[in-house]
């Protein structure tokens, strides 16, 4: 299952990242509103975690805006808001359920699985780019039809970009997903993991990963 997780305070943020990783979920971090918001757009969620009160753009407006756009992921507000008016603010601006600071993690944990229990399954297996066919499920690559042996990281990279087409994903989000904010990752490792990952799909034709300078890369 894939959670979005937008909380602007930084220990808090890592803290439930550590959590949900260790509870079997693929996790993506924003530290503010515009971020989760963009995020939330370009990829795709079953839940969606967000602070009330952020940076950018608050919880609450990304929560009203995402719903606007008939974005579906189960939504969960966490807030020192406890007021009933707050609640009921939440709820009617397409929150799923809300979740008052502070909280006990195996309530969040068991909230999180109602909320993905009462939602749709959207399960994507195949991803294409070009000529390159990733299976999901199967954890394999083929290109031309001939499979590409990959290890974990090679296939998390490649599935993190492929799942974010023509989407620029930073070198943080990339190490985030990739090593799970292991702390000794560096750049020198993401820099070596692209280089392999090209020397096993590229060709003299294609190029399949962008470099954006400064930013990051995107397939």
């Known amino acids: ?21 260790q509870a079997g979920y693929c996790v993506t971090l924003a530290a503010n509103g515009e971020d989760a918001y963009d995020l939330a757009l370009h990829e795709t969620f079953d839940v969606i975690i967000l602070d009330w009160l952020m940076p950018k753009k608050s919880g609450i407006a990304v929560c009203r805006a995402l719903r606007q756009a008939n974005h579906t992921a189960g939504i969960i507000m966490l807030t020192a808001k406890g007021e009933d008016e707050d609640i009921i603010s939440g709820l009617d601006e397409g929150a799923d359920d809300y979740l ?19 939602k749709p399954k959207s399960v994507i297996t195949t991803l294409h780019c070009k000529d390159l066919l990733l299976n999901a499920q199967a954890h394999t690559l083929h290109k031309n039809n001939k499979q590409i042996e990959l290890t974990k990281n090679e296939f998390l990279l490649l599935h993190y970009l492929m799942s974010n087409q023509n989407h620029v994903l930073t070198r943080e989000q990339i ?25 096993k799909i590229d060709d003299e034709h294609t190029s399949y990963i962008q470099t954006v300078r400064g930013v990051g890369y995107k397939m």
């Open 1 to 21: 299952m894939k959670i979005l997780f937008a909380e602007d305070d930084a220990i808090l943020r890592k803290h439930i990242h550590y959590l949900l990783t």
């Open 100 to 118: 008052i600071k502070p909280f006990k993690t195996n309530i969040l944990l068991a909230r999180i699985r109602a909320v993905s229990r009462r």
């Open 175 to 199: 190490i985030n997903y990739v090593w799970h904010f292991e702390q000794d990752v560096s750049n020198n490792a993401l820099d070596a993991l692209i280089k392999l990952v090209r020397k």
